[in-house]
C-alpha cells in the first residue's frame, strides 16, 4: 500500500488501523523529538535508495 506519511517516500513503514477488509487508517508518526527527527532524516536517506531498487526490481518481475 502507498503510504503519504512521509513526504517524498511513496512507501513507508508505519502503525495503521487493520478492519475486516484490511487497512483501515495509516497512522502519521506523531510527534518527534530532535532526536527522532534527525534518525528519521538519516534512515531517509538511506531509504530512498532501498525504495527505488525495491520498485525496479518489482516493475522487472512484473511485481508492480
Not at 512521509?6 to 523529538?33: P, R
Not at 527522532?36 to 512484473?62: H, P, S
Amino acid at each position: 500500500m502507498k503510504s503519504d506519511v512521509q513526504e517524498g517516500f511513496e512507501y513507508f513503514t508505519s502503525k495503521c488501523v487493520f478492519g475486516e477488509n484490511g487497512v483501515k487508517k495509516v497512522l502519521d508518526l506523531g510527534e518527534l523529538n530532535d532526536y527522532e527527527k534527525t534518525r528519521l532524516k538519516e534512515a531517509c536517506e538511506q531509504l530512498k535508495g532501498e525504495i527505488a531498487t525495491g520498485v525496479k526490481y518489482a516493475e522487472a518481475n512484473e511485481l508492480a
